[in-house]
T-cell receptor, first 116, second 114 residues
């Protein structure tokens, strides 16, 4: 069965500094990986995904993520953090769950706080 | 705005009751997914429908059921409610049911069971 780990419950970063939110995964076969962001009292917003190809994936709002197969990681990054980036970030992996279906499995989430 | 709508936004009910949550997918999307988000369990996949047919089942309790109608909207029925069913319920939709398809989430329904 597939799984996703986000080792940090909370990440604090100063505004203007680079940020990294970590994610590691476990899946049989090739992973399809996703990042979502959730603002308070809102639904999840899609940021980016890795399907195949270039290991560096660029997404919305200046975010990017680096796929590393040997380390089974898919860390989310941004060169310069904004206060408005403060939110809950979820990493997810989609893998085969049987009978022709693919299930999206989420990590526990990482709360990002950007300090002015 | 993802284009996925969910009603109601909030629902307060008592233990033992039954409720129905409604979801309208983005225009053109054939797949609908239901998720439960709670503090202790995190985000859990419940069930997926594709063009009216059940496609995948996750951690959905027997007291819960769902369906997708010909106009592609979906309903999640929760019965014999317990305190532990209090959670945020999200609906998501995607164009197809493929592995690489992006799921777009609605704003959620917050269910409180008293």
């Amino acid at each position: 069965a597939q799984s996703v780990a986000q080792p940090e419950d909370q990440v604090n970063v100063a505004e203007g500094n680079p940020l990294t939110v970590k994610c590691t995964y476990s899946v049989s076969g090739n992973p399809y990986l996703f990042w979502y962001v959730q603002y308070p009292n809102r639904g999840l917003q899609f940021l980016l995904k890795y399907i195949t190809g270039d290991n560096l994936v660029k997404g919305s709002y200046g975010f990017e993520a680096e796929f590393n197969k040997s380390q089974t990681s898919f860390h989310l990054k941004k060169p310069s953090a904004l206060v408005s980036d403060s939110a809950l970030y979820f990493c997810a992996v989609r893998a085969f769950s049987g009978a022709g279906s693919y299930q999206l499995t989420f990590g526990k989430g990482t709360k990002l706080s950007v300090i002015p | 705005d993802s284009g996925v709508t969910q009603t109601p936004k909030h629902l307060i009910t008592a233990t033992g009751q039954r409720v129905t949550l409604r979801c309208s997918p983005r225009s053109g999307d054939l797949s609908v997914y239901w998720y439960q988000q709670s503090l202790d369990q995190g985000l859990q996949f419940l069930i997926q429908y594709y063009n009216g047919e059940e496609r995948a089942k996750g951690n959905i309790l027997e007291r819960f059921s769902a369906q997708q109608f010909p106009d592609l909207h979906s309903e999640l029925n929760l019965s014999s409610l317990e305190l532990g069913d209090s959670a945020l319920y999200f609906c998501a939709s995607s164009v197809g049911g493929g592995r690489g398809d992006t799921q777009y989430f609605g704003p959620g329904t917050r269910l409180t069971v008293l």
